[in-house]
T-cell receptor, first 114, second 113 residues
Framework: EAGVAQSPRYKIIEKRQSVAFWCNPI?????LYWYQQILGQGPKLLIQ????????DSQLPKDRFSAERLKGVDSTLKIQPAKLEDSAVYLC????????????FGQGTRLTVV | GDSVTQMEGPVTLSEEAFLTINCTYT??????LFWYVQYPGEGLQLLLK?????DKGSNKGFEATYRKETTSFHLEKGSVQVSDSAVYFC????????????FGKGTMLLVSP
């Protein structure tokens, strides 16, 4: 089966610019996650969707980050305006949605803010 | 809140050496525990998991035992290969939630021939 797809793989932008990342989860997976992985650290959850509703966005910097999951399938994560400290790998993951089912990760988008 | 602490790396071993990567956790409930692996240039992959105390997860020669009394989930392998070189992440998922993962910082393993 196809895995979690993310694009782009790499992005370089200047600070104060905006950027968007796209994720297509595994077909049939109700739960979708966006994680931020700063170099040398473990992934940190930014937002979690159950179908098209937000379950947890407590660690999402809402003044600059936004995310949506239209129709409960694809999702986009946007940063506007970007800061230097937003340089990281942004990982999308999906799971069936039942408690403690395995989360499958995409390859991530590496963002560099200069 | 929930947290995971892993030993710092890099861990440098020769091929066929024994591997241990320590992981301890703090959680309010009874979490499930996971080890994920990230090979160079690739995404995170689930390596093994354990869902309750005393469970042993195993895969590809790696194993880890859920120790509730010591809140630990150490990763072990009896004989590492060069192809095991990667970053290993310990993680937990609170049983009460929708499988949200809390990760440790990761431990890089470098295996030389």
């Amino acid at each position: 089966e196809a895995g979690v797809a993310q694009s782009p793989r790499y992005k370089i932008i200047e600070k104060r610019q905006s950027v968007a990342f796209w994720c297509n989860p595994i077909s049939g997976h109700a739960t979708l996650y966006w994680y931020q992985q700063i170099l040398g650290q473990g992934p940190k959850l930014l937002i979690q969707f159950q179908n098209n509703g937000v379950v947890d966005d407590s660690q999402l910097p809402k003044d600059r980050f936004s995310a949506e999951r239209l129709k409960g399938v694809d999702s986009t994560l946007k940063i506007q305006p970007a800061k230097l400290e937003d340089s990281a790998v942004y990982l999308c993951a999906s799971s069936l949605g039942q408690t403690n089912t395995e989360a499958f990760f995409g390859q991530g988008t590496r963002l560099t803010v200069v | 809140g929930d947290s995971v602490t892993q030993m710092e790396g890099p861990v440098t071993l020769s091929e066929e050496a024994f591997l241990t990567i320590n992981c301890t956790y703090t959680a309010t409930g009874y979490p499930s525990l996971f080890w994920y692996v990230q090979y160079p240039g690739e995404g995170l992959q689930l390596l093994l998991k354990a869902t309750k105390a005393d469970d042993k997860g195993s895969n590809k020669g790696f194993e880890a035992t859920y120790r509730k009394e010591t809140t630990s989930f150490h990763l072990e392998k009896g004989s590492v290969q060069v192809s095991d070189s990667a970053v290993y992440f310990c993680a937990l998922s609170d049983l009460g939630g929708y499988s949200t993962l809390t990760f440790g910082k990761g431990t890089m393993l470098l295996v030389s021939p």
